[in-house]
């Protein structure tokens, strides 16, 4: 399961906000509107942060999806740079 913030994003436009405003309102780091943007796990606070600065509720900006993939999720994790360099070189 991954976490989307498309609705967050949609709210924001709404609002004739971009990324950097909200940030700054919010009192966010720069950091976590990057994992915000790839979709990674933030903290509950920074969330709750995000909520209170720009009045929204949790379940208005974040939706759960699932997208369990066997293929993708091994390969993602048993991915290693050394691995792929060899593979590069033939070796």
Known sequence: MRIRYNMLWK???D??????????????SS??????????YIKIDIRIR???????????VMQVVKDF???V???TIFRC?????????GS
């Open 11 to 13: 709210l924001i436009i």
């Open 15 to 28: 609002k004739d906000m971009n990324k950097k405003a909200s940030k700054k309102v919010s009192g966010i």
């Open 31 to 40: 950091a976590s509107v990057v994992k915000l943007g790839k979709g990674e």
């Open 50 to 60: 995000i909520c209170n600065a720009l009045e929204f509720d949790i379940p208005d």
């Open 69 to 71: 993939s066997p293929e």
């Open 73 to 75: 999720s091994v390969r």
């Open 81 to 89: 740079d050394r691995c792929d360099n060899k593979r590069k070189r």
